[in-house]
T-cell receptor
Framework: GENVEQHPSTLSVQEGDSAVIKCTYS??????FPWYKQELGKRPQLIID?????GEKKDQRIAVTLNKTAKHFSLHITETQPEDSAVYFC??????????????FGKGTKLSVIP | GAVVSQHPSWVICKSGTSVKIECRSL??????MFWYRQFPKQSLMLMAT?????????EQGVEKDKFLINHASLTLSTLTVTSAHPEDSSFYIC??????????FGPGTRLLVL
C-alpha cells in the first residue's frame, strides 16, 4: 500500500513570507496528488491537486510541484496571510480491487502565519 | 459545485445506543463514498469505502458489525455506529467522489458518547 510522509509537522512564518510543505510517497504508480486545508473543527477543503503528467501547477498564491523520479511533491504558499493558518494535508491514491480511489493522507502540517 | 452535506453536525448519546450519520452529495452523483475518523490533532483515518449498491470495504481493524454502512443511492450513504461506547467518541467525516479520484468532504459529525 501507499505510504505518505509529510514534513514539517508544524510551521510558523511571518505574514508575507513563503511557506513550503513537503511530502514523499512510496508507490511509483501513484498519479494524483491533492492538497487539503483544514481549519479547526471544519471539513478538509481541496485547495490544489496535480496529476503526474505535469511537474508544476499554480493557482494564485498556491503552487504544487511534483518530482516523480524522487517520489515527492511540495506545496508552496507565497505572500502568506493570517487566514492561511490551518492544518494542511497531502495525500496520494491507492487503488482498491473494486476500482475506487482511496487516499492515503500525510499526518498534516499545522501552519501558523504570524501577523 | 461538488457540495457534500453531512447530518447531524454533532450528537451526544448514551453508551449503548446507536447513532446514524448521513452523508449526501448535493450536486453530483457519487460513485464512491468514504468514511473517515479523525481524533484531535491527528490525520484522517479511512474507516471504509462504499460503492453504490454494493457492500462496503472496511479497513483493517474496523469492525464491520459495529460500523454499519449503507450506500443505497448515488447521493446518499449512511454510517451507523451500533452500541456506541465512549471510545467511539470522535469526529466522523465522509467524502464523496465521482468518476475521478478527487474527494470532496462533508462538514463532519462530532460524536460524544457519555
Amino acid at each position: 500500500g501507499e505510504n505518505v510522509e509529510q514534513h514539517p509537522s508544524t510551521l510558523s512564518v511571518q505574514e508575507g513570507d513563503s511557506a513550503v510543505i513537503k511530502c514523499t510517497y512510496s508507490d511509483s504508480a501513484s498519479n494524483y496528488f491533492p492538497w487539503y486545508k483544514q481549519e479547526l473543527g471544519k471539513r478538509p477543503q481541496l485547495i490544489i491537486d496535480i496529476r503526474s503528467n505535469v511537474g508544476e501547477k499554480k493557482d494564485q498564491r498556491i503552487a504544487v510541484t511534483l518530482n516523480k523520479t524522487a517520489k515527492h511533491f511540495s506545496l508552496h504558499i507565497t505572500e502568506t496571510q493570517p487566514e492561511d493558518s490551518a492544518v494542511y494535508f497531502c495525500a496520494a491514491p491507492r487503488t482498491s480491487g473494486a476500482g475506487s480511489y482511496q487516499l492515503t493522507f500525510g499526518k498534516g502540517t499545522k501552519l501558523s502565519v504570524i501577523p | 459545485g461538488a457540495v457534500v452535506s453531512q447530518h447531524p453536525s454533532w450528537v451526544i448519546c448514551k453508551s449503548g445506543t446507536s447513532v446514524k450519520i448521513e452523508c449526501r452529495s448535493l450536486d453530483f452523483q457519487a460513485t464512491t463514498m468514504f468514511w473517515y475518523r479523525q481524533f484531535p490533532k491527528q490525520s484522517l483515518m479511512l474507516m471504509a469505502t462504499s460503492n453504490e449498491g454494493s457492500k462496503a470495504t472496511y479497513e483493517q481493524g474496523v469492525e464491520k458489525d459495529k460500523f454499519l454502512i449503507n450506500h443505497a443511492s448515488l447521493t446518499l450513504s449512511t454510517l451507523t455506529v451500533t452500541s456506541a461506547h465512549p471510545e467511539d467518541s470522535s469526529f466522523y467525516i465522509c467524502s464523496a467522489s465521482a468518476i475521478q479520484e478527487t474527494q470532496y468532504f462533508g462538514p463532519g459529525t462530532r460524536l460524544l458518547v457519555l
